[in-house]
């Protein structure tokens, strides 16, 4: 088992960067697939990014370009940087064990 805890969300204007971590309390390494999910009020949970072991990302169209998955397995770290937010950025954020443990979230808000 894994607890996995979400910080760095905020307030940001549109435009703006913020930069989520998800401090894990044991030893990533052997997870395959980290990941970010997010759920903005009225919709269902999206895929945001994952990242392998080996360091293979993968993106939602609507952040590629934007947004970038990091690992650090020597931290137990994962992290999302988000660049040039936009309103529809605005959700809870969850950093995913991917197929297992979920954190708790975090929110994001991006004011226009």
């Known amino acids: 088992q894994v607890q996995l805890v979400e910080s760095g969300g905020g307030v940001v204007p549109a435009g703006g960067s913020l930069r989520l971590s998800c401090a894990a309390s044991?030893?990533?390494?052997?997870?395959?697939?980290m990941g970010w999910f997010r759920q903005a009020p009225g919709k269902q949970r999206e895929l945001v990014a994952t990242?392998?072991?080996?360091?293979?990302?993968n993106y939602a169209d609507s952040v590629k370009g934007r947004f970038t998955i990091s690992r650090d397995n020597a931290k137990n770290t994962v992290y999302l940087q988000m660049n040039r937010l936009k309103p529809e950025d605005t959700a809870i954020y969850y950093c995913?064990?991917?197929?297992?443990?979920w954190g708790q979230g975090t929110q994001v808000t991006v004011s226009s």
């Open positions: 995913v064990a991917v197929g297992s443990f």
């Open positions: 990242i392998t072991s080996g360091g293979s990302t």
């Open positions: 044991r030893s990533i390494f052997s997870i395959n697939s």
